[in-house]
């Protein structure tokens, strides 16, 4: 393996997995697929600082183009205390689709470096969905960079969020509710 496409849930969770990918001698190409991010100004605000990311570092990006916002709720309405399975699934089965039709060897995501996802379950629809697309799932457990990445983003002037992305998310943290 020496390319590997890296779905970037944003600029600060990237920076370490990128650097990480890269001291492995990877090919890294980060790819922007989030249609979770609400409202749309936020998304667009976290799309600019992984512009700034890929500009400053030399990383390609792809950028899916649109916003497929109503897939995603779609995706999750009904069930949104279950919601994050679906997002992860609507995401890296995006990516991996991407990660076929360009010819990578493998994709990845910078997911797998917060301590707040599901580790095995990301892990899991990874890899049925690298076998679905026929290109390889890449897991590692970037956690032990969480807070580096942080640090090495603060250093490049990054925009850091205060949630993980979809509007429950941001309702939970600031509304202080639980869905």
Same mark, same amino acid.
């Given at each position: 393996?020496?390319?590997?496409?890296?779905?970037?849930?944003?600029?600060?969770?990237?920076?370490?997995?990128?650097?990480?990918?890269?001291?492995?001698?990877?090919?890294?190409?980060?790819?922007?697929?989030?249609?979770?991010?609400?409202?749309?100004?936020?998304?667009?605000?976290?799309?600019?600082?992984?512009?700034?990311?890929?500009?400053?570092?030399?990383?390609?990006?792809?950028?899916?183009?649109?916003?497929?916002?109503?897939?995603?709720?779609?995706?999750?309405?009904?069930?949104?205390?279950?919601?994050?399975?679906?997002?992860?699934?609507?995401?890296?089965?995006?990516?991996?689709?991407?990660?076929?039709?360009?010819?990578?060897?493998?994709?990845?995501?910078?997911?797998?470096?917060?301590?707040?996802?599901?580790?095995?379950?990301?892990?899991?629809?990874?890899?049925?969905?690298?076998?679905?697309?026929?290109?390889?799932?890449?897991?590692?457990?970037?956690?032990?960079?969480?807070?580096?990445?942080?640090?090495?983003?603060?250093?490049?002037?990054? &925009?850091?969020?205060? &949630?993980?992305?979809?509007?429950?998310?941001?309702?939970?943290? &600031?509304?202080?509710?639980?869905?």
């Amino acid at each position: 393996m020496t390319s590997i496409l890296l779905h970037a849930c944003c600029a600060p969770c990237s920076t370490y997995v990128v650097n990480c990918l890269q001291e492995q001698r990877l090919e890294v190409s980060a790819f922007w697929y989030n249609p979770n991010v609400h409202p749309f100004r936020e998304h667009q605000r976290r799309l600019e600082a992984m512009e700034a990311l890929a500009q400053a570092t030399d990383l390609p990006l792809i950028i899916d183009p649109g916003y497929d916002m109503l897939q995603y709720f779609q995706a999750v309405i009904g069930h949104e205390s279950a919601r994050c399975p679906d997002c992860y699934r609507l995401r890296l089965s995006r990516t991996a689709e991407v990660a076929h039709q360009r010819g990578f060897d493998a994709f990845t995501t910078t997911l797998l470096i917060s301590p707040h996802q599901k580790h095995e379950l990301i892990r899991e629809l990874g890899e049925g969905l690298g076998r679905k697309w026929g290109v390889e799932f890449y897991y590692q457990d970037f956690r032990p960079g969480f807070r580096e990445g942080h640090r090495l983003s603060r250093e490049l002037g990054l &925009y850091h969020q205060g &949630y993980c992305g979809c509007v429950y998310s941001e309702w939970e943290r &600031y509304g202080k509710v639980k869905i």
